[in-house]
T-cell receptor, first 111, second 113 residues
Framework: GQQVMQIPQYQHVQEGEDFTTYCNSS?????IQWYKQRPGGHPVFLIQ?????EVKKQKRLTFQFGEAKKNSSLHITATQTTDVGTYFC???????????FGSGTQLTVLP | NAGVTQTPKFQVLKTGQSMTLQCAQD?????MSWYRQDPGMGLRLIHY???????DQGEVPNGYNVSRSTTEDFPLRLLSAAPSQTSVYFC????????????FGPGTRLTVT
């Protein structure tokens, strides 16, 4: 079945440093989504990318979808303590609306 | 709108006991799903439903049952709890057309002793 791999599993950064997490799928994706989960919370949708090579920005967050639609990245510029949490990518699988989630990258921001 | 609600927030079961985790949404979403989250393993799909009366298995369905009698409700039943089912359970919903965006409930933290 489809696999979605995410690296790194953990990342510690000093506040103000940049952060990037990478997502790779074993199959071509029609779209990819990114979610953020704060400690003790539930996943919250951030963005969906659909087009090959698409780049979207949300303030300090930049999301990219690869040309082959098999990989994606999330880059945070100048991290803040409010960025702490686990970031997941997810791609559709199956014929309905199932999503396969990556294992997530847990971001710690040191003040 | 309350969004997606789940009850209970916490539950402790003994091995062999059964229980139902409740999930409801008030957004008239056709698609609903149940995930379990274990450390280092992301979210794994247990069961899903594309509408009332229709359910199907996800990646890890064994030991769980679901039903979907209404659009709003999608309960998850543990038939005979096992320690391996200790996890955090999230219910999610999504409109069946348009964006694949999923809205998650606050989760149920289940411990099986």
């Amino acid at each position: 079945g489809q696999q979605v791999m995410q690296i790194p599993q953990y990342q510690h950064v000093q506040e103000g440093e940049d952060f990037t997490t990478y997502c790779n799928s074993s199959t071509t994706l029609s779209n990819i989504q990114w979610y953020k989960q704060r400690p003790g919370g539930h996943p919250v949708f951030l963005i969906q990318l659909v087009k090959s090579g698409e780049v979207k920005k949300q303030k300090r967050l930049t999301f990219q979808f690869g040309e082959a639609k098999k990989n994606s990245s999330l880059h945070i510029t100048a991290t803040q303590t409010t960025d702490v949490g686990t970031y997941f990518c997810a791609g559709p699988s199956g014929s309905a609306r199932q999503l396969t989630f990556g294992s997530g990258t847990q971001l710690t921001v040191l003040p | 709108n309350a969004g997606v609600t789940q009850t209970p927030k916490f539950q402790v079961l003994k091995t062999g006991q059964s229980m139902t985790l409740q999930c409801a949404q008030d957004m008239n979403h056709e698609y609903m799903s149940w995930y379990r989250q274990d450390p280092g393993m992301g979210l794994r799909l247990i069961h899903y439903s594309v509408g009332a009366g229709i359910t199907d298995q996800g990646e890890v369905p064994n030991g769980y049952n679901v039903s979907r009698s209404t659009t709003e409700d999608f309960p998850l039943r543990l038939l005979s709890a096992a320690p391996s089912q200790t996890s955090v359970y999230f219910c999610a919903s999504s409109p069946y057309r348009g964006s694949y965006e999923q809205y998650f409930g606050p989760g149920t933290r289940l411990t099986v002793t």
